[in-house]
């Protein structure tokens, strides 16, 4: 199994209630369902105001390498991905577990 692991910072000015962050966040949560390679899928948004902490969070899983491929090629995820690079910066962790 492969972990994926997804830290995204809102862009300076942007507040999470903007339509086009809500429209977004919505794509992220649907996505699970669309993706028949992930084995899981968990989305939300932060709840720590340190400083450090990054807004909002993807935590899943695939089987391996080819289902993590098969993730990221995916028309859902690419059009939740071109949503978020409007608005957002990421950080991205892949690791077996």
Request: proline content about 5%; glycine content about 6%; hydrophobic content about 50%.
């Amino acid at each position: 199994m492969i972990r994926h692991l997804v830290l995204f910072k809102l862009n300076e000015g942007v507040q999470r209630d903007e339509p086009r962050v809500v429209a977004g966040a919505r794509a992220f949560e649907e996505l699970g369902a669309l993706v028949p390679e992930l084995a899981s899928w968990e989305v939300g948004w932060n709840i720590s105001d340190r400083p450090i902490a990054y807004d909002y969070a993807i935590n899943s899983s695939v089987a391996d390498a080819d289902a993590l491929k098969a993730y990221i090629e995916h028309p859902a995820h690419q059009a939740g991905v071109a949503q978020w690079r409007e608005f957002a910066t990421w950080v991205i962790a892949d690791y077996p577990f």
